[in-house]
């Protein structure tokens, strides 16, 4: 899951390149009536959920790690999120959920950049220490 939706660029090459679409196709990347779209979304093939809407991702990847779990399967959840997003309740509201369900097959990666589209992010919501934020729900960090 890349909740990240900014990200898409290069989730679009990752598909390109397992076939998903043709490599030309990049070319239209954010172009106008183009279907490779700033943001991932489902018109492109092997998008199962379009970003775009902040917070969504770690929640349906929490459930995908809780579906994993109560099935006994071996895979993992992935999700990879900015720090900007992470001033969305709807993904501490994830973390708390992963923490009652325990969650160990679900992954949250965070491109910890401190940059976000309105400033930075100690400007819009300051998040340090982030690290402990996660320890507090019982996270394991690194």
Partial sequence: MVSKGHAAAIVYAALAESGFLP???????????????GHVTVTVPGVEVSTGSLGHGLPIAAGMALAAQRACAAWRAFCILSDGE???GSNWEAVQF?????????????DYNKIQSFGSVAEVSELHPLA????????GVL
Avoid: P, T
Avoid at 23 to 37: H, M, P
């Fill in 23 to 37: 490599i030309a196709e990049l070319d239209s990347y954010s172009a106008d009536g183009g279907r490779l779209a």
């Fill in 86 to 88: 992470l001033d969305e």
């Fill in 98 to 110: 992963a923490q009652h369900f325990h969650l160990a097959r679900l992954v949250a990666i965070i």
């Fill in 132 to 139: 402990e934020k996660f320890r507090a729900f019982n996270w």
